[in-house]
């Protein structure tokens, strides 16, 4: 970039009282109510993407928080408490977003959500049975509802899926577009006094006599009193001892298809693998744990083993009697952790961190940002 104007540094890069690195769905809804609770902080939220350009506008626009194979599979790793809290912040996060936004603005859809178990999972009616009861029960106080999870098998057949043997169905999930909803929060904070950057990465950053200097790709630096990393899968460039790592996740979607006989988003094998409806279309994704170690990474290419993978479940199970082609393929990158909670901290005087926002951070944001604008506010 040329020499900057007096102009451009008494506005655009003047000073802030706090600046948002990263303007994915975190960092968007960070600067909300950050500005909702003190409308006077003067806040900038720099990304170094043209647009952001992480998992928030790659994602597949699920509305939801979790399914019961992930759930119990939570609970076996993390602990029931976490299990539970974790479903809280999500399902508190989904009403919030239909709070600040109409559904139409953002084309949510009450849909719902649903699970196929396969044919090849194999699993005992009875177990199954009892895990969605216990789920229902200990969830009940979460979401208010007597039950999320039932079993709807007789739905697999109207729906047209091969190879499924059990579905379950949770009401309570939607989807959305990431786009509109990502283009409606930056309308929202814009309208709020926020100043967006885009194009500016964040090369590293020291804290000078209480404020914090920040360096970037051009030659000019930026100075907040407080930084807040909500980078993500990249948080580690900025704060090296975080526990963070990131996970690419692929997608395809198909041109519309004749007579889709299902809508809504759906989750198999612990929510390893999702698609949904788009209007005709379908949305297909996951299949990491074909390749954890291959998809640990931050490039976004995409890789013959998944998009293979992908069309075959494509083939199988959701449309076995029908053909397709492919429209779109892209991936985007999640920040994943040795367990799911997200990372939500004051780093150091100056420095704060929301990170870690997994596979369902689109519902997790709005929780974890009100969380963080309190700590900040508090601090
Ligand atoms: C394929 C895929 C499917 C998914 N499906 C769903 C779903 O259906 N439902 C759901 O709830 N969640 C889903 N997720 C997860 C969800 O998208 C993420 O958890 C969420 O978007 C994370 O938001 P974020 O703001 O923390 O991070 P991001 O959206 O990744 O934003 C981080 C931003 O930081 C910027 N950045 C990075 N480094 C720097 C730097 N040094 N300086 C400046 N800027 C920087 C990046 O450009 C990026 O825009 C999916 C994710 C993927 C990848």
Not at 37 to 62: Q, Y
Not at 106 to 116: D, N
């Amino acid at each position: 970039m040329a020499h900057i104007s007096i102009w451009e540094k008494e506005s655009f890069f003047a000073p802030k009282d706090v600046l948002i690195a990263g303007s994915g769905v975190v960092g968007l809804w960070c600067a909300y109510y950050l500005k909702k609770s003190n409308p006077k902080l003067s806040i900038a939220i720099v990304d170094r993407g043209i647009i952001p350009t992480g998992a928030s506008t790659r994602n597949a626009g699920f509305a939801c928080f979790g399914s019961v194979t992930e759930l119990i599979a939570d609970t076996l790793k993390m602990g029931e408490d976490k299990m539970i809290d974790l479903v809280e912040m999500r399902y508190r996060g989904l009403k919030r977003i239909r709070k600040v936004f109409s559904d139409k603005e953002i084309a949510f859809e009450e849909s719902g959500g649903y699970e196929l178990i396969s044919e090849a999972q194999d699993m005992d009616i009875n177990v199954l049975r009892s895990n969605i009861d216990w789920l229902n029960h200990k969830l009940k106080p979460v979401i208010k509802k007597e039950k999320a999870f039932f079993l709807d098998d007789h739905l697999i057949t109207r729906f047209g899926f091969g190879s499924t043997r059990h579905l379950i169905q949770n009401r309570l999930e939607g989807q959305l577009h990431s786009g509109k909803l990502c283009q409606a929060l930056l309308r929202l904070v814009q309208s709020m006094g926020v100043t967006v950057l885009n194009g500016i990465e964040i090369k590293q950053f020291e804290t000078v006599n209480g404020r914090v200097e920040l360096q970037t790709n051009h030659d000019f630096t930026l100075q907040a009193g407080r930084l807040l990393v909500c980078t993500n899968a990249f948080a580690r460039q900025l704060l090296p001892e975080l526990d963070i790592e990131p996970a690419r996740g692929q997608v395809l979607v198909t041109s519309p298809v004749d007579n889709l006989k299902f809508s809504g988003a759906f989750h198999y094998d612990e929510g390893f693998y999702y698609f949904r409806n788009l209007g005709k279309r379908v949305l297909l994704g996951g299949a990491r744990n074909r390749a954890f170690e291959e998809e640990k990474t931050e490039s976004l290419l995409l890789t013959d083993t998944i998009q293979q993978e992908l069309e075959r479940f494509l083939r199988e199970v959701i449309r076995p009697a029908g053909d397709f082609t492919i429209d779109y393929r892209w991936s985007g990158v999640m920040g994943m952790g040795p367990e799911k909670m997200p990372v939500v901290k004051q780093v150091s005087d100056q420095v704060f961190c929301a990170v870690r926002m997994g596979g369902m951070g689109v519902a997790l944001a709005p929780w974890v940002a009100e969380k963080m604008a309190r700590m900040m506010l508090d601090a």
